[in-house]
């Protein structure tokens, strides 16, 4: 069966869904799929994730895909995206998020070729993007499914798309490698956190949380891995918190699970998740882990006292002493470290391995097949 493949842009996307993209694509053309990749990065670009070599990848080239799309790129990119689709003649089309499903599909209007749509955020991302969240009901009524990241997600939408929408996780790479919760004598332990630098994500509270806590804890420093357009505020406020040296922001990395490995425990102060990645990975390397109890996706990861700690902030306006009491506890408290990132290793294996998400994306795959 031949699949194309299609995402908006991999070079200079260090995100989790780019490297689930490859991930999936690398597993179904192991499991005899005929994979195909296509995207709107330009002709010469490079993943920022490694793309698997065996697979072709269609770069479309039209305009700068970093960049919002003015119309005439938007037009030649549907027209290009047909072409495409009419030279490759793929079985079935998999379109990841809605940057490239809604495009994909408009492009391919009155081509009886069946799409399956992948999102991977959450509606309250349309909150201020009423156009957006219009053309992406209307789309994906032309998809035969529409997968998200979890039955509560499916909730969250119109019954009109609930019907066609399917939950599958992301898989989360497993290694028999360990995170060094013990850390180096002589050398401070590292709180981690991985995301890009945005208001969803919230490192400003996680910053003041810390530094409630830093005078507490003078061998603790926090490692804040990311990119975006928060950096120079937040570098602002670790000055203005005369932090420099315990606070940084290295920027993104290549080699995220060493940064795992590295790190004694893991905390993300999201507002709201919808699945939570970087904490499963975490998780997966034997990190003790710690997120707020209101944000969905890390709600529906983290095992409160379990695996981690789930914070309850009572209110909006007491996150950031809420964060730093659960902090000062956890980095306090070895054994409890120790146990949380035992029993969150276990778990992520056994929940979200490659096998079981990809043999779910499979099965999905053969009930198209069979109904086409």
């Known amino acids: ?38 995207s709107f990065d330009r002709k010469d670009a490079e993943s920022f994730y490694p793309a698997p070599n065996n ?66 955020i959450v509606p309250m991302h349309y909150k201020s993007k009423p156009l957006e969240y219009a053309l992406l009901t209307l789309t994906g009524l032309m998809c035969k499914k529409i997968t998200v990241l979890s039955d509560e997600i499916i909730k969250l939408y119109p019954k009109i798309l609930q019907r066609r929408m399917v939950a599958i996780a992301n898989p989360v790479i497993t290694t028999e490698q360990k995170a060094d919760l013990a850390g180096k004598n002589g050398s401070p332990n590292t709180l981690l956190s991985v995301g890009r630098l945005d208001p969803q994500k919230d490192q400003k509270t996680l910053i003041s949380a810390f530094a409630q806590i830093a005078e507490e804890f003078p061998d603790w420093n926090l490692r804040i891995i ?8 937040l570098e602002q406020q670790i000055k203005d918190l005369r932090l420099s040296s315990r606070i940084s922001l290295p920027g993104i990395s290549k080699d995220i699970q060493s940064e795992y490995l590295k790190a004694q425990a893991f905390v993300l102060a999201s507002t709201y998740e919808s699945f939570g990645l970087a904490t499963a990975e975490a998780m997966s390397t034997g990190l003790p882990v710690i997120g707020f109890a209101d944000c969905e996706g890390t709600n529906k990861l983290i095992n409160h006292n379990k695996t981690g700690i789930l914070v309850d902030p009572k209110n909006r306006e007491n996150r950031i002493e809420a964060l730093a009491k659960e902090l000062s506890s956890i980095l306090s408290n070895p054994e409890k470290r120790y146990l949380f990132g035992k029993n969150g290793k276990e778990w992520i294996a056994e929940k979200f ?6 043999t779910e994306w499979v099965e999905i795959i053969q009930s198209i097949d069979k109904s086409a």
């Open 1 to 38: 069966m031949k699949i194309m493949m299609a995402i908006k842009r991999l070079e200079d996307m260090a995100g989790g869904a780019e490297r689930v993209f490859l991930q999936i694509a690398e597993s179904l053309s192991q499991n005899g799929y005929d994979i195909t990749l296509l």
């Open 55 to 120: 697979l072709e990848w269609i770069k479309l080239g039209i305009g700068d895909s970093s960049k919002p799309a003015k119309s005439k790129e938007t037009l030649g990119r549907m027209l290009s995206l047909r072409t495409q689709i009419k030279k490759t003649k793929p079985d079935l089309i998999i379109a990841f998020q809605h940057s490239m499903f809604i495009p994909l599909c408009l492009a391919k209007l009155g081509i009886q070729i069946p799409v399956i749509a992948s999102e991977h």
């Open 226 to 233: 990311g990119e975006g357009h928060l950096r120079p505020k």
């Open 353 to 358: 391995n490659s096998e079981k998400i990809t």
